[in-house]
């Protein structure tokens, strides 16, 4: 299934190609980026064979958007680990860091909700991040998502400690509620 492209304000959120393996590199590439996250990429060719994954899994379990600002890749965001069944995924994303405090995340983000609420039908939007990942917690937090619980040393970091993962949900309901609050 080939994603259409989504416009919000400012960005285009597009299925990621190889081509923008350079672009996808500056980010998770950068250990600052990774710190709460996956082990940064070291190649070009590490970032390529990183893509083809993520294509791989799209069809079935994924969906995953390039965020391009003034045609360059700025980040990535999906929606993955998709329960079908269950009507339930989960949000991830990674922005470059020059890019951080701007708003693209959340700007992406809404519009990713409201393909996951309405396209996918799902009716729980989960995400994990490292308790003391401040920024994304402040991102799941404007969001919508209510904080669920902790998992205690979760994953082990790039600084050699493991660390505590917040656990978020977004429901329907609740993500319904919020549009009609925030308005058109």
Known sequence: MVLQPI???RLVLREPTVADAADVLLFRGDAEVQRYNDEPLRTVEESEAFIEHLLAETA?????WALE????VIGLMGLHSWQRWHRRAELGYDIAREHWGNGYAAEAAHSILRYGFTTMRLHRIQAHTIADNHRSVRLLTSLGFTREGTMRDFSLELDGHYHDSAVFGLLRPQWSATLIQRGP
Do not use: F, G, W
């Open 7 to 9: 416009h919000t304000e």
């Open 60 to 64: 079935d379990l994924r969906r995953h």
């Open 69 to 72: 600002l003034h045609s360059r």
